[in-house]
């Protein structure tokens, strides 16, 4: 058995799960909705206050998907609970970013024009009073971080100065540079 697919999902109260005929699972919660289609060879059902995810066989295809759609079940309901979010940093002298709204970024990072970035919909932007960290919020956990990676690969950090976008706890390494005539 799956260790993570075997594992009941909690569905807290205030949430609530639709299991439709054609295996699409439906969470809706107090930050919204979503919801996810599965395999027609998993089972989804709701026992009570939980969410089993089981297979038919020990084949290596059902053994995947098993573990997978457990994870992304039990993302949508904590999506839709507590949401997600994930915080990028700017470093470099002069580099900054404004929020123009609550869906739109302007990003001062070294190029001679600024970079906007807009969010879908179902994602929200904050920056920092220091105008160098960004977070980036929403209810899906994948949209979220694609999003992140995104404004990421904008100006990726390079590792003789370390200047760029990275997220908040990311370690560069970093590297020498070249040796001096002795």
């Known amino acids: ?3 993570i697919g075997r594992l009941p999902i909690p569905v807290p109260a205030g949430v609530t799960v639709t299991i439709a005929e054609d295996n699409t699972v439906s969470v809706k919660g107090p930050k919204g909705e979503l919801s996810q289609k599965v395999n027609k060879d998993i089972k989804v059902e709701q026992v009570g206050a939980e969410v089993i995810v089981s297979r038919p066989s020990d084949s290596k295809p059902h053994r995947s998907m098993h573990g997978l759609y457990r994870s992304l079940i039990n ?6 609970t507590k949401g997600f979010e994930k915080t990028l940093a700017i470093e470099g002298v002069g580099w900054r970013v404004a929020e123009w709204n609550k869906n739109q970024l302007n990003i001062a990072i070294g190029y001679s024009h600024p970079v ?3 969010a879908p919909k179902g994602i929200e932007f904050e920056v920092d009073k220091a105008n160098v960290k ?3 919020k929403g209810i899906d956990k994948q949209q979220v971080g694609a ?3 995104d404004i990421r690969a904008i100006r990726k950090p390079e590792p003789y100065h370390g200047k760029g976008i990275r997220y908040e706890n990311e370690v560069v390494r970093r590297k020498e540079g070249k040796a001096g005539k002795k």
């Not at 993302?75 to 839709?80: A, D, K, P, S, W």
């Open 116 to 118: 906007i970035v807009d």
């Open 147 to 149: 999003i992140a990676a």
């Open 75 to 80: 993302n949508m309901v904590v999506g839709v």
């Open 134 to 136: 960004i977070t980036v």
């Open 1 to 3: 058995m799956s260790r």
